[in-house]
Nanobody, 127 residues
Framework: QVQLVESGGGLVQAGASLRLSCEAS????????MAWFRQAPGKEREVVGV????????QYSDSVKDRFTISRDNTKNMLYLQMNSLKPDDTAVYYC????????????????????WGQGTQVTVSS
């Protein structure tokens, strides 16, 4: 199995930056594509960004493009999300996800291609 643990969430003001981390442990050799999702109260979970294992190429949702950067360090089994110019609409629980089946996952891929999930970290952006 694979375990994912997120960290780095918190309360910030609009315009601030925050960096989330996700540490993978266990059978990490299974991990291919990884992604960050978020879920705001009363809303469905939505993808923020995805990154491949092989080339570390990334794709982003339109709502965070040019503000967020996803990266990974395969040697350390770490996934990161650098969030800049945060807005109140970015307030959500952020989840790290990993797929053991696919590496070339597009931003529009179904959520069920990810078979490992973290517990989430809360990000709150005040206006």
């Amino acid at each position: 199995q694979v375990q994912l643990v997120e960290s780095g969430g918190g309360l910030v003001q609009a315009g601030a930056s925050l960096r989330l981390s996700c540490e993978a442990s266990g059978r990490t050799f299974r991990i291919l594509a990884m992604a960050w999702f978020r879920q705001a109260p009363g809303k469905e979970r939505e993808v923020v960004g995805v990154i491949t294992r092989s080339t570390r190429s990334a794709q982003y949702s339109d709502s965070v493009k040019d503000r967020f950067t996803i990266s990974r360090d395969n040697t350390k089994n770490m996934l990161y999300l650098q969030m800049n110019s945060l807005k109140p609409d970015d307030t959500a629980v952020y989840y790290c996800a990993a797929s053991s089946l696919y590496d070339s996952i597009g931003i529009t891929a179904a959520i069920n291609v990810y078979d490992y999930w973290g517990q989430g970290t809360q990000v709150t952006v005040s206006s």
